[in-house]
């Protein structure tokens, strides 16, 4: 494909920052494209000098530059190196909608947004699924997103039971897709926020004060991009944080746990603590911390549009991820359900001897009532 050059007008208004890079290099050291494929343009740096090249009109946006500025799974793992404090994800996120805009995106992504479009989530799954809860007026509601409802549903599951359980009176709500898959992958602005205003007011009219989420990429939807176009006017919490206010009574459970901190958790919205105080309260277990975790945490590398553009990558990126927990654990826990799909993922590769769980599963299974 020749290419062509294109208008970027969101990542022209980055240049400023792009020309911060000193091309030193640390973002190497941390970046889980580049330590699969070693090459160069796939890590931060290269993507800025991309990004720059696509803004100043001086590449075209010819298929192996498209390519490279869509190998990142948006885990801002770099910028916590970066001692020019470069906000990358924000750069790939740009340059990627200007990509999409000139109409050089990838058809893995296009399929999704057509799937949103028709079906209100990304999988393109036009059934109903019923968890047996109702949606009617509470202070506490449960947004299950895509993943779960779709592809992992015995999380959202869990998660019924769980607030069951502890007596909480909530309400489901009648969701469509958060907007994640399209705000990471630069597919259609307009879209992405018709939805939010969709779930927003299918929230609004319930009367939720506290919405709680068991996925990552929605979570940091709520938290970070919502507030940016709505007053929300309540509080958006991972069913870990909102778990980590009570007071939680487990059955014994005599297996070393590790830990998985989800990218769009932990690095975007620094919830490191309250999942491992819920983990470290399970009498008889061992909780092993991964040699990198919390800020340093490894990406799972399934984020950012990779999943579905480059399975393979994912695949790989998520073995070294499951070995790692595999060598010192017998569980992985983590608390997104695109993470548990992508880590199971990457076991099925290697085929080491680790579960790979979600937290709402493990709670669920140990909670005393
Ligand atoms: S760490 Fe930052 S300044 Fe250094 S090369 Fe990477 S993006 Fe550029
Ligand atoms: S955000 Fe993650 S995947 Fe993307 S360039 Fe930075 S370290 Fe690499």
């Known amino acids: 494909m020749a290419g062509k050059k294109i208008k970027a007008d969101r990542a022209r208004k980055l240049e400023k920052e792009m020309l911060t890079c000193t091309l030193c290099g640390f973002c190497k050291s941390v970046c889980p494209y580049f330590e699969d494929n070693q090459w160069d343009p796939s890590v931060a740096r290269g993507k800025v000098i991309l990004a720059y090249g696509l803004a100043r009109g001086e590449i075209p946006a010819d298929e192996s530059v498209v390519k490279r500025l869509y190998q990142c799974t948006t885990c801002k793992d770099c910028e916590r190196r970066c001692p020019s404090n470069i906000q990358v994800v924000d750069i790939v996120e740009a340059v990627r909608a200007d990509i999409v805009e000139a109409g050089c995106g990838l058809d893995a992504h296009t399929k999704i947004k057509e799937n949103v479009k028709k079906t209100g989530n990304p999988y393109g799954e036009s059934a109903k699924v019923d968890f047996g809860w109702p949606i009617k007026e509470a202070e506490v509601g449960y947004f299950v997103g895509c993943t779960a409802r779709y592809r992992l549903p015995e999380i ?12 909480v009176d909530f309400t489901m709500v009648e969701e469509v897709c958060c907007g994640s898959t399209l705000g990471r992958t630069g597919q259609d602005e307009k879209l992405a926020s018709e ?3 969709t779930n927003f007011e299918a929230v609004k009219r319930l009367g939720v004060k506290t919405l709680i989420f ?14 940016k176009h709505l007053e929300l006017g309540f509080e958006a919490l991972h069913l870990t944080e909102f778990l980590a206010r009570r007071k939680l009574e487990f059955k014994p459970f005599k297996k070393r746990i590790a830990y998985h901190d989800p990218c769009h958790m932990g690095r975007h919205l620094k919830v490191y603590d309250d999942p491992r105080k819920i983990l470290k309260m399970i009498p008889e277990s061992t909780y092993v911390e991964l040699k990198d975790s919390k800020d340093s945490a490894k990406c799972c590398g399934g984020g950012g549009g990779v999943r579905s ?11 070294r991820r499951v070995k790692a927990a595999s060598d010192v654990a017998d569980i992985l826990v983590t608390a997104c359900p ?12 290697i085929k080491v001897d680790v579960e790979i769980r979600d937290i709402a599963e493990i709670v669920d299974d140990l909670l005393i009532e």
């Open 338 to 349: 695109f993470c548990v799909t992508n880590l199971r993922f990457g076991n099925d590769l």
């Open 195 to 197: 939805l939010m205003r």
């Open 214 to 227: 068991t996925c990552a990429g929605c979570l940091r939807m709520f938290r970070k991009e919502y507030p």
């Open 309 to 319: 553009a480059d399975p393979n990558a994912a695949q790989r990126i998520a073995s």
């Open 156 to 167: 959202a599951r869990h998660t019924i039971s769980i607030l069951k359980k502890l007596e």
